[in-house]
């Protein structure tokens, strides 16, 4: 058979292929330690599993309403509605719930992103939103962020990166790889260049939105005037650790865009996992399990502590998320590093370069304290060597 161009052309997800080379040395005995996925290991909350254990027993078996079940969608609302600094007021008919943050970002991209139309992404940025503009036949705008901005876009690069083909801007925030989280201010300025330029739509990529460990992230929804042209996206998967049950969102106040992108949707996949979609229901409306956070942040101090012990690894502190993103080109490109440390050290982490940041290595603490202080002993020891070669 003959692949299709588009298809030939796409890239792996660099993040799912190393944790796949990662369980493959697994299955062959070699002790590997996994700080590839970005993935939470803890289990799924009980009363969450109960109550996609209850859809399943009350036969919440057949297909669902394309853009997602009332009862959810109206959850996502008032979740949304009480988020940080939110002052737009969202209603259930602006929602679309889909396999994942995933799919809610790829099918937000095939909606808007025709062949030539200019997608702005600053970098470091996750692996998939570049593949997913290219599906779409648009263009991909890289816009690389500096470490002393804290890898957050300023509105002299906004600006400079808008051409008359702009159609869409991608913002991540807490941010995957980098850790990073834009203020109320960054984001102010970012809105003042954005306000000149009303036909630009936004799509906030929020789904780290609940892992922060300071400051909390506000959410792009704080600017009314940019109701009609923001794309909110959220999920399931990282702050429930939910990452199988596969249910993210999409939010929006553009009408036709919610009924296109339900259109879409239609054709794909008719609607999400629906016993999956109670659960996502429960998650959003049974008080939220404080203990993921927390378990994160005494990670995340673990780590940057471990980090700054290892020689050379220069970074920011991450303020959300579960990642570090040190730079390693004291001892060369992040490629030789990522392929260094899983070979001497038996530790995968993913390069940089999948984020596109040659500089740096992801490293993602959603793996057990014992394991990221062996880890981290692993790559100090490694790294010490890799010095004198
Ligand atoms: N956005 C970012 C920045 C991510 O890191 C991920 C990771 N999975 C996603 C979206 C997709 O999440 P989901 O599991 O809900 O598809
Ligand atoms: N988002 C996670 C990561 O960056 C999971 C893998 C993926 O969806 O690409 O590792």
Same mark, same amino acid.
């Given at each position: 058979?003959? #692949? $299709? ?24 005995? %070699?002790?590997?330690? $996994? ?25 919440? $078996?057949?297909?669902g309403p394309v853009p997602g079940l009332? $009862?959810? !969608? ?40 025709? /062949? ?17 503009? !290219? ?29 008359? !083909?702009? @159609? ?8 995957? &790889? ?11 300025? #970012?809105?003042?260049?954005? !306000?000149?330029?009303?036909? %630009? ?22 600017y009314p005037e940019m109701a009609d ?17 596969r249910i993210g969102w999409l939010l929006? @106040? ?32 049974? &008080? ?24 050379? *690894?220069? *970074? ?9 993103? /040190? ?30 940041? /040659? ?25 010490? @060597?890799?010095?004198?070669?």
């Amino acid at each position: 058979m003959t #692949l $299709s161009t588009r298809i030939a052309g796409l890239a792996e997800a660099p993040t799912l292929r190393m944790a796949a080379q990662c369980r493959a040395m697994q299955a062959q005995g %070699i002790d590997v330690i $996994s700080m590839a996925l970005g993935e939470p290991d803890m289990d799924t909350p009980e009363p969450i599993r109960r109550a996609a254990q209850a859809a399943i027993d009350h036969h919440m $078996s057949h297909y669902g309403p394309v853009p997602g079940l009332g $009862s959810l !969608r109206a959850a996502i609302v008032a979740h949304q509605n009480s988020r940080e600094g939110n002052r737009i007021t969202y209603a259930a008919e602006d929602v679309i719930v889909s396999v994942g943050a995933k799919q809610a970002i790829c099918n937000a991209i095939e909606t808007l992103i025709g /062949p030539d139309d200019e997608v702005i992404i600053p970098t470091p940025s996750w692996v998939s939103y570049g593949e997913m503009v !290219r599906l779409a036949e648009g263009m991909v705008v890289n816009v690389p962020t500096r470490r002393e901005d804290d890898y957050c876009l300023t509105p002299e690069q906004l600006r400079d990166a808008i051409t008359s !083909r702009t @159609k869409l801007v991608l913002l991540c925030s807490p941010n995957n &790889p980098t850790g990073s989280i834009y203020s109320k201010t960054n984001l102010d300025e #970012l809105v003042a260049v954005l !306000r000149e330029y009303p036909q %630009i739509a936004v799509l906030s990529d929020e789904i780290y939105s609940a892992l922060t460990y300071g400051q909390p992230a506000v959410t792009l929804a704080a600017y009314p005037e940019m109701a009609d042209r923001l794309i909110i996206v959220n999920g399931v998967s990282k702050a429930y650790a939910m990452t199988g049950y596969r249910i993210g969102w999409l939010l929006t @106040k553009d009408k036709a865009f919610v009924a296109a992108c339900t259109r879409l949707q239609s054709q794909q996949i008719t609607c999400a996992s629906v016993p999956a979609q109670a659960a996502a229901e429960a998650a959003l409306t049974l &008080p939220m399990d404080e203990s993921i956070v927390a378990t994160f942040a005494k990670r995340r101090e673990l780590i940057i502590r471990l980090a700054q012990e290892i020689p050379g *690894f220069r *970074f920011s502190a991450p303020q959300g998320a579960f990642y570090l993103f /040190p730079d390693v080109t004291t001892y060369g490109t992040a490629d030789e590093v990522t392929e260094y440390l899983l070979r001497e050290a038996h530790v995968a982490v993913v390069s940089g370069t999948a984020f596109g940041c /040659p500089d740096c290595i992801r490293l993602s603490y959603a793996i057990a304290e014992e394991q990221i202080i062996e880890a981290m002993r692993r790559i100090k020891v490694a790294i010490e @060597k890799y010095n004198f070669c």
